[in-house]
């Protein structure tokens, strides 16, 4: 009877997200953006001397030129900050040093000293195009939301992972489609300062991670608009982990902080999509029939399929779906060792225990 409950929500929630993408296939049109919010953009940054010249270039190569950017130095112990220090104007670009530890306390140190308008944020190991913002705020003139949240995609040259991050933006943008997010990226984010000032107490600050999906959490239960951007000018590019343990220490870091998530449609699909992939992994051992045990992963093969169709048509990495096959044989595994790696492992991120 479990199966048949676990894979029947699973096979409903794949297929609901599908349909997202295939109902957002509209074209937007572009607006004119002269008369738009006061825009600010604030990136968090934690050792990245390697990344500081790349990201600021990026800023300086945008279409859109009416922002303020804040960049928050995170207790860096290598170069960035002295880095930094050379295109800080104090007008334009304002640079801080964050009073206490964190992505999300050094975002609401920034956001603390912005007024009005709108807040983009990034990482500073992240790459978008020149017109990143311009797509943004055209988003934002069209929706009026209280949450942007931002296509996100994986450079595709370690194929497994970029398959694994791909079924992520799949549900991510699929769910936001259909006004059920339940996922979001820090890499790519917008929200209106108001709305995040006004839920800042909900933001779990006793997790050091977690900037992005307890701000999305908080919006939801605010009763905000919450807007998934369909547009490829504003994807934002991140790489892979060159390690294994790199890997598995990211994604652990990611289910650590799930234990302190309390929106119900947030917790229920994750406990769906888990239970799914442990049940395939159970199967071995309950299902002596290898048949048997081909058609139970199978199901599971076709519901996804879609959705990662359609997805990595959006992000144009329709070569992935080569890897589609082997992935679907290990994914089981990987989330089976994120959650232990989770509950047993050291997790750690840029030198700090989390």
Known sequence: MIWILVFGFYAFLMSAYAYGWLKSMRKVDKLDIDECP?????????????????????????????????????????????????????QKIILIKANNQGKKQAIRQAVSIIDEGLVVCTDADCSFGAFWLESIVNAYRHTNADLLIGPVMMDSNKQL????????????????????????NGAN??????????????????????????????????GGDVEYIRDTNAIVTIEGKNHLNAFLNQRARWVSKSKTYTDKEIMFVGAIVVSAQLLLILSLILIPCQKS????????????????????????????????IPASLVYPFYVAASIIFAMVGKIEWKGRKI
């Not at 953009?41 to 800023?59: C, I, K, W, Y």
């Not at 996804?304 to 997805?311: C, E, G, K, S, V």
């Open 161 to 184: 992972q970029a398959l694994e991050f791909l079924s992520l933006s799949a549900v991510t943008g699929g769910s936001a489609f259909i006004n059920r997010p339940v996922m979001c």
């Open 38 to 90: 006061k825009v600010t953009v604030v990136v968090s940054l934690r050792n990245e001397e390697v990344a500081v010249g790349h990201l600021m270039n990026q800023f300086e190569n945008q279409s859109f030129k009416d922002y303020n950017l804040i960049l928050v130095d995170d207790n860096s112990t290598d170069n960035t900050y002295t880095l930094l220090q050379k295109y800080a104007d104090g």
């Open 189 to 222: 984010l917008a929200f209106v300062v108001d709305v995040y000032k006004s839920v800042m107490k909900k933001l779990h600050d006793e997790q050091a991670s977690g900037d992005d999906m307890f701000l999305l959490s908080a919006i939801k239960l605010y």
């Open 293 to 324: 045990l081909l058609v139970v992963w199978l199901v599971k093969y076709i519901f996804d399929l879609p959705l990662l169709f359609l997805a990595s048509r959006f992000f144009k990495q329709e070569r992935l779906l080569l890897w589609s």
